[in-house]
């Protein structure tokens, strides 16, 4: 008997299961993965999400494998530049991009260190139900079929979560999808964090570990198959078309990694929790990757869900009521960042936020202003001052 069963050991499942165990609570943890493996994910974890890492102690390691502090970032809209970065939060400076096979293996090493039981290789295949209630889970583990009790099960298990399928977690806020994205890492190249919004889709270049620098490109959703049929081309004509200072260095340039992409950029949320189960990471809630939230917000909802339920798991109302007040503040924190993300990556936005920039650049504290909107420090709210709307009034 466990106090938690967490399902997913990537951001969203060993923070969770890093927290419960610091609180003294008897955590197991599962994956059907095996550590150190890459997913597939771009690496940009903005300040808050670093000043988390900080906090639980764990950032030193990850910046013992060499990742970079990113302290300066450049948004290009077509001809428009902005540069600048967000203010520090609690003493962070800048972002970081560690590769996912590092900050996956780090974050589920620093579970175990806080007593968490970690088992990979192990799936689970379905939810033990009592009375109404999730009581646990069922796994396969090394052709074994295994069953685990606790009073709460959490999926962290991604977007295609397992739990949220068993207990048919609805789906709301839905919106389709608007991007389709393709990266690999290239070695040799000199860059900031940089993004590039151009004529048919938009490029980032994000520093990483060893040195090597991955360059994304995505592109409108509904250019998706087209774009698949030839992936290594498109990826090279968006880079080219879209962010040319970018293309002048990968076209000399080592390629380290295969291309990898998706057109999986689903937007929802979904029911957060139930009797016995609650989902937090992607399994709860996905957005389109361009903003680059998804790292960080697992890490909100992990120190949220914690701070509300590690006391109150054996007392099913008390934990109910936890649980509810999880799913509603969830969708308060993210609730701007999803309608951004969903305003950023539609194609038919452009024109607003080419007046945005055009109107913001030419002010250090507007600018300042929408470096620390992006990085999710402001309400947008904030951005919006009349000054601003003033100057985009006049363009
Ligand atoms: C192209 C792309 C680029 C992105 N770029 C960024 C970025 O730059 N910055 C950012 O912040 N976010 C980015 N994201 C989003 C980010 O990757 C996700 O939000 C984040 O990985 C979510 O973490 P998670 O722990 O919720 O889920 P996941 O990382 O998906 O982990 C889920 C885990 O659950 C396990 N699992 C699943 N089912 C089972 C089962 N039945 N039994 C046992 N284990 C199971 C899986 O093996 C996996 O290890 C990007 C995403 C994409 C697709």
Request: net charge negative; with cysteine.
């Amino acid at each position: 008997m466990y106090d938690v069963i967490v399902v997913g050991a990537r951001c969203a499942g060993s923070t969770t299961a890093l927290l419960y165990a610091r609180a003294g609570l008897r955590v197991l943890l599962l994956d059907r993965a095996r550590f150190p493996s890459d997913t597939l994910s771009t690496l940009y974890i903005q300040q808050p999400g670093v000043a988390r890492l900080a906090r639980w102690g764990v950032l030193d390691d990850l910046t013992a494998t060499g990742c970079p502090t990113l302290d300066r970032v450049v948004y290009q809209l077509d001809d428009i530049r902005v540069e600048g970065c967000a203010a520090p939060v609690e003493g962070i400076t800048g972002a970081i991009a560690p590769r996912r096979h590092t900050l996956d293996r780090i974050l589920a090493e620093h579970a175990v260190a806080a007593g968490a039981e970690l088992r990979t290789g192990c799936q689970v295949t379905g939810l033990i139900e009592e009375d109404g209630r999730v009581v646990g889970v069922t796994c396969k583990e090394a052709g074994r079929s295994v069953t685990e009790r606790a009073p709460l099960v959490v999926g962290a298990d991604g977007m295609r979560s397992t739990v949220a399928r068993f207990v048919r977690a609805a789906e709301y806020h839905e919106a389709p999808r608007l991007t389709c994205a393709y990266y690999t890492f290239w070695a040799g190249l000199q860059t900031d964090f940089e993004l590039y919004e151009g004529k048919s889709g938009w490029v980032s270049a994000v520093p990483t570990n060893d040195g090597a620098v991955l360059v994304s490109a995505y592109f409108p959703q509904d250019r998706f198959e087209e774009v698949r049929a030839d992936a290594l081309a498109s990826y090279t004509d968006g880079v080219r078309i879209n962010a040319p200072q970018i293309y002048e260095q990968v076209k000399d340039a080592e390629r380290l990694e295969r291309l990898r992409g998706t057109g999986e950029q689903r937007n929802y949320f979904r029911r957060a929790a139930g009797p016995g189960w609650v989902l937090v990471g992607d399994a709860g809630h996905h957005k389109d990757s361009l903003t680059a939230r998804g790292i960080g917000d697992a890490f909100l909802q992990s120190e949220l869900l914690v701070e509300l339920t590690a006391g109150v798991l054996h007392d099913p109302e008390r934990l109910a009521s936890a649980l509810a007040v999880y799913g509603t503040r969830r969708d308060e924190q993210l609730m701007e960042a999803y309608q951004g993300a969903l305003m950023v990556a539609s194609a038919e936005g452009k024109d607003k936020r080419r007046a945005l920039l055009s109107a913001l650049r030419t002010s250090p504290d507007l600018t300042q202003r929408y470096f620390d909107t992006v990085a999710g420090l402001r309400p947008v709210a904030d951005l919006y001052t009349p000054e601003l709307l003033a100057l985009m009034s006049a363009r």
